[in-house]
């Protein structure tokens, strides 16, 4: 505390602390807020786990974005909310932390929550499923692949590296480029038909060493810690909640 009793460290004006808390006063709202502690969420998330219609959820979403409460941005036809990161929403981080878990509104939120995180991973892996086959193909297409693979080969440097796990290795191009100076190799996917692809296009490389396990990347199937070196390429984007894919 300063002396003159106020907390010490940035301060958020009054009247924007006045709009942050007016905002945030509001059932459907505060729901929102709690939702979206757990990570992004769409428009369309939010009408499966509230039960309110379209236009509704948007004007509350446009309310939280007029009071700094929230963020968005698009991603194709898309737009994903996620809380934002300035002094207003910091005024209702504390609010938010405070919250009874076990209110069973809330309780209810976190378990449709649950399901539609569910539905939308079931979604991606059908997709990876039916694009397996021209995967390669279409990778080539997002960013010129080989001056990414020059920069991926700088960074790793030419030491021999022990041992690489290559998290969402999909046709397992990372592991073509990287396995050869590897001592072990293991390639993950949750996608049986990626590693189909994977498993001929190493075997076509004569990588015979390298294993491939089928998996989730959010309970991979190692001990922690076991890998020197870890890589995960154009996968982040695709997942619900990148950083706790990370952790
Ligand atoms: C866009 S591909 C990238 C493949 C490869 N890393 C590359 O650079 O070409 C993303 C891969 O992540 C995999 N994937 C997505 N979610 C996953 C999860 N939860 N666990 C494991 N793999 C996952 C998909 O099956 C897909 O093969």
Redesign the pocket.
């Known amino acids: 505390m300063s002396p003159s009793g106020s907390i010490a460290g940035p301060a958020i004006g009054l009247q924007s602390t006045v709009t942050a808390l007016r905002a945030a006063a509001e059932e459907t709202r505060l729901r929102i807020l709690l939702l979206l502690t757990e990570g992004e969420l769409s428009v369309s998330d939010f009408t499966d786990i509230l039960g309110q219609s379209q236009p509704r959820i948007s004007r509350h979403l446009k309310v939280l974005a007029e009071a700094g409460l929230v963020a968005r941005h698009r991603e194709g036809a898309w737009v994903f909310f996620r809380l934002a990161e300035g002094l207003a929403a910091l005024s209702v981080h504390t609010l938010l932390g405070a919250l009874d878990p076990g209110d069973a509104r809330l309780a209810e939120d976190r378990e449709r929550l649950a399901a539609a995180r569910a539905r939308r991973?079931e979604a991606?892996?059908a997709f990876?499923a039916r694009l397996a086959p021209r995967?390669d193909e279409l990778?080539s297409l997002h960013v010129s692949e080989s001056d990414v693979e020059a920069a991926i080969r700088d960074i790793v440097g030419p030491a021999p590296i022990g041992s690489l796990l290559?998290?969402?290795?999909?046709?397992g191009?990372?592991l073509q480029l990287l396995a050869p100076i590897a001592e072990r190799a293991m390639g993950?996917?949750?996608?049986h038909a990626?590693l189909s692809v994977a498993r001929a296009h190493l075997a076509r490389e004569g990588l015979r060493g390298v294993e491939l396990r089928q998996?989730?990347?959010?309970a991979p199937p190692f001990p922690r810690g076991g890998f020197d070196l870890v890589v995960m390429?154009?996968?982040l984007h695709?997942?619900n909640d990148p950083a706790r894919a990370i952790e």
Do not use: E, P
Not at 166 to 171: E, K
Not at 188 to 191: F, G, K, R, Y
């Open positions: 991973s991606a892996q990876f995967w990778r290559d998290i969402g290795t999909g046709t191009r990372m993950l996917d949750a996608s990626m998996g989730d990347l959010h390429h154009q996968v695709y997942l």
